[in-house]
């Protein structure tokens, strides 16, 4: 299931309902944790699909630099996958809100997407980072991912990057409501 797609720059922005480990693109996001080594939601579903050659990439990048902490990315081969990149970002536990919590959660599409842009992503689909077992508030997440998103194409609209197109995978229906009214207020805007 598919919202109508929203144009911003030259991205075109798309919300569907679905599992994003059958999701064709350069690159998925995955919501890893700091220890790269897998987990549940989807991570585990990521990791079981896209098999071994993912966990390898991961193992290499934990002997390079330790795991990655909260708001950082980093990026593997998609394996098996029909994407050919995972881009994988931590979230913050929800923890009140109190934390910081929102700025890294906003921080993780900007690393993602800076990561996407040295290797050159053309298509890349997000999952709702943090709403699952870090307990991000579903509709605070939705906003911080539609406003990072449509700055970072905003402000690299004048540099001919390479990205075309950006889609929202909601695996629950109150995520799929909840970014499909965010792509609404885009269209009458
Ligand atoms: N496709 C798309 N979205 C999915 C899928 C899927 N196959 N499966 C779950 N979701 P979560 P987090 C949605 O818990 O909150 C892991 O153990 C899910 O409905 O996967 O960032 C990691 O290793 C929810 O909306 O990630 C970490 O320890 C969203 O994905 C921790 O969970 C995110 O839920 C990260 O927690």
Not at 5 to 14: H, L, Q, Y
Not at 17 to 31: F, H, Q
Not at 61 to 75: D, K, L, M, N, T
Not at 84 to 98: A, D, K, L, R
Request: proline share 3%.
């Amino acid at each position: 299931m598919t919202a109508a797609a929203v144009t911003v720059g030259n991205v075109s922005f798309e919300v569907m309902r679905g599992d994003i480990t059958r999701v064709k693109a350069d690159a998925i996001v995955n919501a890893a944790n700091s220890s790269l080594l897998g987990g549940g939601g989807v991570d585990g579903a990521i990791h079981r699909a896209g098999g071994r050659a993912i966990l390898d990439d991961c193992i290499r990048i934990r002997s390079r630099q330790g795991g990655c902490p909260p708001g950082e990315a980093v990026i593997t081969t998609g394996g098996k996958l029909p994407a050919s990149h995972v881009i994988h970002t931590v979230g913050p536990v929800w923890n009140g809100g109190t934390q910081g919590e929102a700025e890294v959660l906003r921080r993780c599409y900007r690393s993602v997407l800076a990561l996407a842009a040295e290797h050159g992503v053309r298509s890349i689909a997000f999952p709702n980072i943090g709403t699952g077992i870090y307990g991000f508030p579903k509709e605070l997440a939705a906003i911080c991912a539609w406003e990072e998103v449509t700055a970072f194409v905003r402000r690299h609209a004048e540099e001919a990057g390479t990205l075309r197109q950006v889609l929202f995978v909601c695996y629950d229906e109150e995520n799929f409501r909840l970014y499909a009214q965010e792509a609404q207020k885009r269209r009458s805007s």
